[in-house]
């Protein structure tokens, strides 16, 4: 079956560059989510799309924004990247179903960006 | 808002010895659980899902789950492990809408 596909699979940059990551969902899915995971740590929320259009705002700082294309695939955007940025970035795909309630999300296998 | 709290971080086990990975959380309304399994370097794989019915659940790899309300836990067990099940585990709720919220993750080892 299909899974989430993310690009790149690694990304290293350099302190106030910006990065560019993608996310294409599973087919049929209509709703992203992104997600960070620092070193050692938890996976954080960061944002969500549903139809195209922002459903949820997590911890996403200001230097990020993220966007939903027609094709449902999305992308992260990062400007002045700071080494704390450094980290393993998800994307999860899942399905609307009826009166809004989200079903399963599936992971994709993350791109590790690496600010020096 | 939803909380996660998985109450060991590290768990050493020798290989085909029973394992229990032990998660409760914290919600004002009616959650979804799941646990989810990361090998190193990889990404986020569902293990099992609780989301309503039998409180008992199985799911992939020989591992089950069960959910009690009373307690608010969602403990993840498996049998006899595998030096293969060595990985980080993660516990997760959501709501009926949106976003994931995990637990901070349980290392478990299998030693041979």
């Known amino acids: 079956a299909a899974g989430v596909i993310q690009s790149p699979r690694h990304l290293i940059k350099e302190k106030r560059e910006t990065a560019t990551l993608k996310c294409y969902p599973i087919?049929?899915?209509?709703?992203v989510y992104w997600y960070q995971q620092g070193p050692g740590q938890d996976p954080q929320f960061l944002i969500s799309f549903y139809e195209k259009m922002q459903s949820d705002k997590g911890s996403i700082p200001d230097r990020f924004s993220a966007q939903q294309f027609s094709d449902y695939h999305s992308e992260l955007n990062m400007s002045s990247l700071e080494l704390g940025d450094s980290a393993l970035y998800f994307c999860a795909s899942s399905l609307v179903l009826r009166r809004g309630r989200t079903d399963t999300q599936y992971f994709g296998p993350g791109t590790r960006l690496t600010v020096l | 808002a939803q909380s996660v709290t998985q109450l060991d971080s590290q768990v050493p086990v020798f290989e085909e010895a029973p394992v229990e990975l032990r998660c409760n959380y914290s919600?004002?309304?009616?959650?979804?659980l799941f646990w989810y399994v990361q090998y190193p370097n990889q990404g986020l794989q569902l293990l099992l899902k609780?989301?309503?019915?039998?409180?008992l659940v199985k799911g992939i790899n020989g591992f089950e789950a069960e959910f009690n309300k009373s307690q608010t836990s969602f403990h993840l067990r498996k049998p006899s492990v595998h030096i293969s099940d060595t990985a980080e585990y993660f516990c997760a709720v959501k709501t009926s809408y949106g976003k994931l919220t995990f637990g901070q993750g349980t290392i478990l080892t299998v030693h041979p």
């Open positions: 919600s004002s309304v009616s959650v979804y």
């Open positions: 087919p049929r899915h209509d709703t």
């Open positions: 609780y989301l309503s019915g039998s409180t």
